[in-house]
């Protein structure tokens, strides 16, 4: 099975600051792909960015920028400029080119303080 | 035009009741799936439906069960409802090539059993 650890449960940042939230994963695929979602209080689940294992530059949306170690298997979301709306939870869940679903991550629960 | 709607959005019900859920999306996707997610946010996943066949089948109480009329339907049918079973749970869709193009979400159903 498939191995994500995201090693902060909770954080908090500053409004306007920037933040990085942790990601590594473990997958024996050569191709793959890495996807963050947003998870607000109302509870929806939103596509935020994602990563291709051969794209050759970090993802960028927006305020929202991957930070892509390969050979760490490592892919940590950086969101620039904090917004209160940026408060929730936030999954990575990567997949193989050989699987059939995402798994996800235990989440990060990020507090923008204004 | 939402393109993957989960009804109901809430479900509040007696232990022992049986209750379904419905899902539908209108994105021409070939796969559906269920998930649950717990009260500590964590996303589980219980069913996948390719174009009406079962192909993910995780480890779940037989209480539970998935019908997929066709590929744009998946419901959750679950018997003999018990506390435990409250959580939210949500559906997804998603196209060929997970890894290239991720999931998109219902809503999802927040189920409370009392």
């Known amino acids: 099975a498939q191995k994500i650890t995201q090693t902060q449960p909770g954080m908090f940042v500053q409004e306007k600051e920037a933040v990085t939230l942790d990601c590594t994963y473990d997958?024996?695929?050569?191709?793959?792909?890495l996807f963050w979602y947003k998870q607000p209080s109302s509870g929806e689940m939103i596509f935020l960015i994602y990563?291709?294992?051969?794209?050759?530059q970090n993802a960028t949306e927006g305020r929202y920028s991957l930070n892509f170690q390969k050979a760490r298997k490592s892919a940590n979301l950086v969101i620039s400029a904090s917004q209160l709306g940026d408060s929730a939870m936030y999954f990575c869940?990567?997949?193989?080119?050989?699987?059939?679903?995402?798994?996800f991550g235990k989440g990060t629960k990020l507090s923008v303080i204004p | 035009d939402t393109a993957v709607s989960q009804t109901p959005k809430y479900l509040v019900t007696q232990m022992g009741n049986d209750k379904s859920i419905k899902c539908e999306q209108n994105?021409?996707?070939?796969?559906m799936y269920w998930y649950k997610q717990d009260s500590k946010k964590f996303l589980k996943i219980m069913f996948s439906?390719?174009?009406?066949?079962?192909?993910i089948n995780e480890t779940v109480p037989n209480r539970f069960s998935p019908k997929s009329p066709d590929k744009a339907h998946l419901n959750l049918h679950i018997n003999s409802l018990e506390l435990g079973d409250s959580a939210v749970y949500f559906c997804?869709?998603?196209?060929?090539?997970?890894?290239?193009?991720?999931?998109?979400f219902g809503s999802g159903t927040r189920l409370t059993v009392v």
């Open positions: 997804a869709s998603s196209q060929a090539g997970i890894y290239l193009y991720g999931y998109t």
């Open positions: 997958t024996s695929d050569p191709s793959y792909g």
């Open positions: 990563q291709g294992s051969y794209d050759q």
């Open positions: 869940a990567p997949a193989g080119a050989g699987s059939y679903q995402l798994t």
């Open positions: 994105l021409g996707h070939d796969t």
């Open positions: 439906y390719n174009n009406k066949e079962l192909i």
